[in-house]
Antibody, heavy 125, light 109 residues
């Protein structure tokens, strides 16, 4: 079974650092882009960025560039999202998701086909 | 950066009715990169449609996607009780961007 399993809920204080994880299994982890998505309480989905574990090529949404760091370790099939100094406004659910490309009729089509269960991050003094 | 707008914000319908959800892009999006997701409370999103019109694995055929350029539509032909949820469109860009629309809530009338 193809799945992404995320690390557990975190409660942190402002200014603390944090690294959450997303472990893939059931497929060749190195060969699929992994994206990160934020969902603040009661709000919609926000695209944060994406990484290719095979070579760690990483792209950030302009809104999140410089605010977080996305990384991956293909040897353990795990992607990471980290903060160096958390703020209360980082309180949210964070999802990782696999970006798949499906070939059909000579063309490719794209979507986030496998999602992690989400990691809740609460930042409060 | 491409901005996606979804309408309506909320759609109040009864089971058995047809739902039509709109997603409009601020600039042209290749159909290959337009996807739709369903999210229920307390759950991760689920891929419904990719490539604007292709159903993901296991998605019932009452879900259909269409559109091109800047205007895309998700249609649910006959609403089942389990279809009442939030729906998001996303452009999974060629530059690996991934902007989501703000979502449409389909709730029970």
């Amino acid at each position: 079974e193809v799945q992404l399993v995320q690390s557990g809920a975190e409660v942190k204080k402002p200014g603390e650092s944090l690294k959450i994880s997303c472990k893939g299994s059931g497929y060749s982890f190195s060969n699929y882009w992994i994206g990160w998505v934020r969902q603040m309480p009661g709000k919609g989905l926000e695209w944060m960025g994406i990484i290719y574990p095979g070579d760690s090529d990483t792209r950030y949404s302009p809104s999140f560039q410089g605010q977080v760091t996305i990384s991956a370790d293909k040897s353990v099939s795990t992607a990471y999202l980290q903060w160096s100094s958390l703020k209360a406004s980082d309180t949210a659910m964070y999802y990782c998701a696999r970006r798949d490309s499906i070939s059909s009729g000579g063309s490719y089509y794209y979507g986030l086909d496998v999602w992690g269960q989400g990691t809740t991050v609460t930042v409060s003094s | 950066e491409i901005v996606l707008t979804q309408s309506p914000g909320t759609l109040s319908l009864s089971p058995g009715e047809r739902a039509t959800l709109s997603c409009r892009a601020s600039q042209s999006v290749s159909s290959s990169y337009l996807a739709w997701y369903q999210q229920k409370p307390g759950q991760a999103p689920r891929l419904l449609i990719y490539g604007a019109s292709r159903r993901a694995t296991g998605i019932p055929d009452r879900f259909g996607g269409s559109g091109s350029g800047t205007d895309f539509t998700l249609t649910i032909s006959r609403l089942e009780p389990e279809d009442f949820a939030m729906y998001y469109c996303q452009q999974c860009g060629s530059s690996l961007s991934g902007t989501f629309g703000p979502g449409t809530k389909v709730d029970i009338k």
